[in-house]
């Protein structure tokens, strides 16, 4: 159980564009959930959390205009990473709460950008 | 505000021996902490947590931690190391809340030399 899943796996767009990254919580509920991003051969940064119905909470330094983060259910959030720069290219991870739960957090398999 | 400190970017070990990652953290609440691990182009693993119960805690693939209250601590050890072992490993912090992100530290590589 507890199954988080990322699409696409991997993404290669053009500068310019906009790309969307799902996060699934494949057999639990999540009230809440977060979006990391981790560079290579750094950890993973908190970029914002997200709460089912409500908009998302952002770090700072994040912003919101470009990263939108979009959570309309209790099993699914979207990342879409508007006018994507070479900059952006990173990978990008979320993770999930369980309804109910105080702190367990489920990660997805991550999503590896590429803007060229 | 919570922190954890990774001590040594890169540790490295023979094939046989003890694995020892140190982890600090920081936290003016009673905190909860994690060790997880990652292999190259893919997610987190969890091996292991602390969530106020046994101080010793046990995970996967040989692997344990003890929270050390007195000394902010949350060392990870192995006592004998595999090949396989040889990756990220983070540690990270989080509080008994609702909604309250993890804060990792930056990580250490492990490699395991034969």
């Known amino acids: 159980g507890a199954v988080v899943s990322q699409h696409p796996s991997w993404v290669i767009c053009k500068s310019g564009t906009s790309v969307k990254i799902e996060c699934r919580s494949l057999?639990?509920?999540?009230?809440?959930m977060f979006w990391y991003r981790q560079f290579p051969k750094q950890s993973l940064m908190l970029m914002a959390t997200s709460n089912e119905g409500s908009k998302a909470t952002y770090e700072q330094g994040v912003e919101k205009d470009k990263f939108l983060i979009n959570h309309a259910s209790l099993t699914l959030s979207t990342l879409t990473v508007t006018s994507a720069h070479p900059e952006d290219s990173s990978f990008y991870i979320c993770?999930?709460?369980?309804?109910?739960?105080?702190?367990?957090?489920?990660f997805g398999p991550g999503t590896r950008l590429t803007v060229t | 505000a919570q922190s954890v400190t990774q001590l040594g970017s890169h540790v490295s070990v023979s094939e046989g021996a003890l694995v020892l990652l140190r982890c600090n953290y920081s936290?003016?609440?009673?905190?909860?902490l994690f060790w997880y691990v990652q292999y190259p182009n893919q997610g987190l693993q969890l091996l292991l947590k602390y969530t106020s119960a046994a101080t010793l805690v046990k995970g996967i693939n040989g692997f344990e931690a003890e929270f050390k209250k007195s000394e902010t601590s949350f060392h990870l050890t192995k006592p004998s190391a595999h090949m396989s072992d040889a990756a990220e490993y983070f540690c990270a912090v989080t509080q008994y809340q609702a909604g309250t992100a993890l804060i990792f530290g930056k990580g250490t590589t492990l490699s395991v030399s034969s």
């Open positions: 936290s003016s609440v009673p905190p909860y």
């Open positions: 057999d639990f509920q999540a009230t809440t």
């Open positions: 993770s999930a709460r369980e309804a109910g739960s105080s702190y367990e957090q489920y």
